[in-house]
T-cell receptor, first 113, second 115 residues
Framework: AQSVTQLDSHVSVSEGTPVLLRCNYSSSYSPSLFWYVQHPNKGLQLLLKYTSAATLVKGINGFEAEFKKSETSFHLTKPSAHMSDAAEYFCALGGGGSYIPTFGRGTSLIVHP | GAVVSQHPSWVICKSGTSVKIECRSLDFQATTMFWYRQFPKQSLMLMATSNEGSKATYEQGVEKDKFLINHASLTLSTLTVTSAHPEDSSFYIC???????????FGPGTRLTVL
C-alpha cells in the first residue's frame, strides 16, 4: 500500500522568509510525486511534479521540491514567501500504473505581513 | 497545460431536488475522469471513477444511486446529486489525467449548498 504524510497541518511564516512544507511517502514502486496548491473555493493547481528525472524539481511561482529516496521525502520549498502564497498545499503520490493519486491531508500555509 | 472546467461554480438548492454538475476537458480527451468531495479544511476524498462509455466505479461507502455519474463523451462527465439533503453540501471537484501521464488536472470545483 502507498501513503503520503504531510507532517504539518499548518505552517506560519512571515512575508519574505523561506517556506518549507514537508511531505513523506511510502511506496512499493518508483513513485511519481506531485505538489498541488488550492486557494479558497478553487480547484487544485499543479505546482510541480517528480517523475524519475532530476531529483530537484522546479515549479511555478518560485517553488521547488527535492526528491530524496533515502529519506522517502519530497519537501516543498520557496526562498521567499509572498502574501499570495497563502493557501492549502497538497502532496500527492502517483505511479504504479494507476491514474488515481494518493493525497496527503494538506498543509495550510499562512503568510504574515 | 491541460484545462478542465466545471459548471456551475456554485449552486444553492432546496432539499429534495437534484443537481447536475458538469466536468469538461477543454483541450484534451479524457476516457477517465474522477470525482472528489472535499469537506472544509480536509483533503480530497475520491468518490468515483467516471469511464467513458461504461459504468462508473464507485469508492466504498459512496451511494451510486445518490450520486449518478454519466460519461457521455470523451470530454464530458456529469455528476448528479439526486434528492439532495443538507448533508450533501460540500465542495465537489473533478479531475482528468493528462494524455499518457498520471498527472491529474483539476477542475475549479463546484460549491453545493443544500438548504
Amino acid at each position: 500500500a502507498q501513503s503520503v504524510t504531510q507532517l504539518d497541518s499548518h505552517v506560519s511564516v512571515s512575508e519574505g522568509t523561506p517556506v518549507l512544507l514537508r511531505c513523506n511517502y511510502s511506496s512499493s514502486y518508483s513513485p511519481s510525486l506531485f505538489w498541488y496548491v488550492q486557494h479558497p473555493n478553487k480547484g487544485l493547481q499543479l505546482l510541480l511534479k517528480y517523475t524519475s528525472a532530476a531529483t530537484l524539481v522546479k515549479g511555478i511561482n518560485g517553488f521547488e521540491a527535492e526528491f530524496k529516496k533515502s529519506e522517502t521525502s519530497f519537501h516543498l520549498t520557496k526562498p521567499s514567501a509572498h502574501m499570495s502564497d497563502a493557501a492549502e498545499y497538497f502532496c500527492a503520490l502517483g505511479g504504479g500504473g494507476s491514474y488515481i493519486p494518493t493525497f496527503g491531508r494538506g498543509t495550510s500555509l499562512i503568510v504574515h505581513p | 497545460g491541460a484545462v478542465v472546467s466545471q459548471h456551475p461554480s456554485w449552486v444553492i438548492c432546496k432539499s429534495g431536488t437534484s443537481v447536475k454538475i458538469e466536468c469538461r476537458s477543454l483541450d484534451f480527451q479524457a476516457t477517465t475522469m474522477f470525482w472528489y468531495r472535499q469537506f472544509p479544511k480536509q483533503s480530497l476524498m475520491l468518490m468515483a471513477t467516471s469511464n467513458e462509455g461504461s459504468k462508473a466505479t464507485y469508492e466504498q461507502g459512496v451511494e451510486k444511486d445518490k450520486f449518478l455519474i454519466n460519461h457521455a463523451s470523451l470530454t464530458l462527465s456529469t455528476l448528479t446529486v439526486t434528492s439532495a439533503h443538507p448533508e450533501d453540501s460540500s465542495f465537489y471537484i473533478c479531475s482528468a489525467p493528462g494524455a499518457g501521464t498520471d498527472t491529474q488536472y483539476f477542475g475549479p470545483g463546484t460549491r453545493l449548498t443544500v438548504l
